[in-house]
Each structure stands twice: as C-alpha cells, then as structure tokens.
C-alpha cells in the first residue's frame, strides 16, 4: 500500500538531517538488493518523425526540424559504432509515428539491431498487445512508456494534439505490453509538467497496481527533468536536485528490487553523486537521428549534459569500485530453442 501523506510529508521535509537519513537507507537498500552493479545502456534514435504536438518536446509536429529516419544501412552503420564501444544494451527511441516509424519498420530496426546486441528495448509509440507480440518475436525484450504526468489536466493541456492526448490508453500501455510477454518495462514521469510530489505518488500507485496484475515483469522507473528546448517557449516548473534526490531515496526504499535508471540528462556531478542509488545509466549518449557516425544534420530531442564517453563512464564505475554491467539478460531460445 502506499502512504500518501507519508510520502508526501518526507518529499517536502527540507531538514538536512532528514535528507541525509534518507540518503544513507537508500544507498544500503540499492547496496543490499543489487551490490554494487551499475548496467550500461545507450539510446539509439532511429527517427524524429511524430504526430503528436507535446509542448515540451522538441520533435513536437509543431516544431519545424528537418524530419528523418534511418534506412538500413544507416542502422548498421550506427549500431557498429555503438556496439564497438562495448555497448550490449540499446533502448531504440523514436518519435510517434505510426506512418513513417511503422511497427514494420521498427520490426526491421529490431531484427538488425539483434545482430548487434544481446539486449534490445524501445520507446516508441503505444502499441497494440499483438503488435508488442511480434516485435517480442523480432527480438525487443523490453518497453520505456512514461507517462509523463498522471495530472490529467495538465496532461490534456500539454498534449494539444495527436494520439498521445488520450491519456488512457497511454495508461494501459504498459497492461498490454506486459500482456504479451514484455520482459522488462519501463515507466516514469516527466519532472516538471506537473506538481512533482502528487505525480510520483499517481507514479507509485501504478507500479504497485502492474506488480500485482504482472509480478513476473521486471520493472524499472525513471524520473527525466525535462530540458527547456531552446526556440520553444515552454517553462517547466523547478525540480530541484534535492528533490529529484530524494525522489529517487523513496522509490529506492518503497521498491527495493525495482530498477532505477538515470539518463544524461543530468549533469555530470549529480549522476556521480547518485551511483550509490541507480541502477541502470546511460552512457556515451546521443539524442540525435543518425548521432553516433554523423550521418544526418538535424537537431537532438533535447541537449544532453553529461558528454562522456562510456570509456570515461567505465573508468569512472571502477574507480569508485562499481561493477560495469553490459549484458544484462541474454534470451537462450536461440541456444536451446527454447524461449526461456
Ligand atoms: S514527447 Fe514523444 S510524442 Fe511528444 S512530441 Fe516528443 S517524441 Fe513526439
């Protein structure tokens, strides 16, 4: 059960001593649940095509970019690079488009991209139960859906158009990816749409619900800040590190076997301040169509702040005595022809 005025008495508690407290439980929870492991992944952008028009976000339909999508050369090209660097995990991003990033075309991306690695997630548009089964089939073994807010009328006011303003069916996604077999999901919110205190707990409460209707998924959550696109005119509201710290102490302490991720969204110093905490980064990241082998020009879904290399990122877990982890999971059906 989750104690709302629990949640949010520690979430708003601006004590030093508190937020320490907190800090140490949490590092000993993550510490006593997943060792001091940190798995690698990076994001790959096969496209920047979408029909939704989301304020915040800079392939909105409204905001005048050059749109492309990788051809299949492209894609092994990039998915080289990115797997000569070590890389084991991708999380396949794209924008919502049902017409020019097909459930065929990503079927394709995901064929190739298993050539290449072990582990293969996606963040795409909200799919149907049987289209998540065939791209299960070709190979993903894992979802990212954020709901970005659970204030539905924030929601309503900051999807103005496209599929993605029907707030319910987003909120099922995860329901009908689990109901086809999803290994991993994803969920998250993004900071700084909404009140962020109502929306983790509104975050929290579907968690518990999907672990309860699925307890055979792996999940995981992620809390992105959102970066302010610089020729869109949106202003988040303020999250503060100290919040988003403690937001991620809580999840940590409520969902002790839960994953957490953190993206290069973040700087630098908050991401080495938080390894303690998470369990899954990003590393070596671009957010741009093509990014890895400067195939397209184009601009990024949002700037990055943290540019090291997974080099730099590895060096940096192993000084500070973490395991690097690169494969997570490995699906053995292909060795035993069993799926398993
Ligand atoms: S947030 Fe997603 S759906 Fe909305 S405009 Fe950006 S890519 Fe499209």
């Given at each position: 059960m989750i104690v709302t005025d629990q949640i949010h008495r520690i979430l708003t508690d601006s004590r030093e001593a508190t937020f320490e407290k907190l800090k140490k439980q949490a590092s000993d929870v993550t510490r006593q649940y997943f060792g001091r492991t940190i798995s690698l992944y990076a994001p790959l952008y096969l496209g920047n095509y979408c029909e939704n028009n989301c304020v915040y976000c800079g392939f909105s339909s409204h905001h005048k970019i050059p749109r492309t999508r990788l051809n299949d050369a492209e894609l092994h090209k990039e998915m080289n690079v990115l797997s000569k660097q070590g890389i084991q995990n991708i999380l396949i991003l794209?924008?919502?488009?049902?017409?020019?990033?097909?459930?065929?075309?990503?079927?394709?991306?995901?064929?190739?991209?298993?050539?290449?690695?072990?582990?293969?997630?996606?963040e795409i548009q909200p799919l149907l139960t049987d289209e998540y089964s065939q791209l299960i089939?070709?190979?993903?073994?894992?979802?990212?859906?954020?709901?970005?807010?659970?204030d539905r009328e924030i929601y309503d006011t900051v999807h103005v158009s496209g599929k993605k303003k029907d707030y319910n069916y987003r909120y099922e996604t995860p329901e009908r990816a689990a109901h086809a077999g999803m290994r991993s999901i994803s969920m998250g919110i993004l900071l700084g749409l909404a009140p962020p205190v109502e929306d983790v707990i509104a975050l929290f409460q579907h968690l518990r619900f999907m672990e309860k209707i699925y307890p055979g998924v792996e999940y995981s959550l992620s809390f992105p800040r959102i970066v302010p696109v610089e020729d869109m005119d949106y202003q988040p509201i303020k999250v503060s590190d100290d919040l988003f710290v403690k937001i991620i102490c809580l999840t940590r302490i409520l969902f002790p076997r839960v994953g957490i991720n953190l993206s290069t969204r973040e700087q630098p110093a908050i991401r080495d301040d938080m390894l303690?905490?998470?369990?899954?980064?990003?590393?070596?990241?671009?957010?741009?169509?093509?990014?890895?082998?400067?195939i397209r020009e184009g601009e990024p879904q949002f700037d990055i702040h943290d540019h090291r290399s997974v080099k730099e990122i590895v060096q940096l877990l192993k000084d500070k005595n973490y395991d690097p982890v690169f494969t997570e999971w490995r699906c053995l059906h292909e060795v035993s022809g069993l799926r398993v």
């Open positions: 794209t924008g919502e488009s049902d017409r020019m990033t097909s459930v065929n075309y990503i079927k394709n991306a995901v064929t190739i991209a298993r050539q290449y690695f072990p582990n293969v997630s996606i089939k070709a190979g993903v073994d894992g979802l990212a859906v954020y709901q970005e807010t659970y303690s905490l998470v369990t899954r980064m990003s590393a070596g990241s671009s957010t741009l169509v093509g990014g890895y082998t400067h």
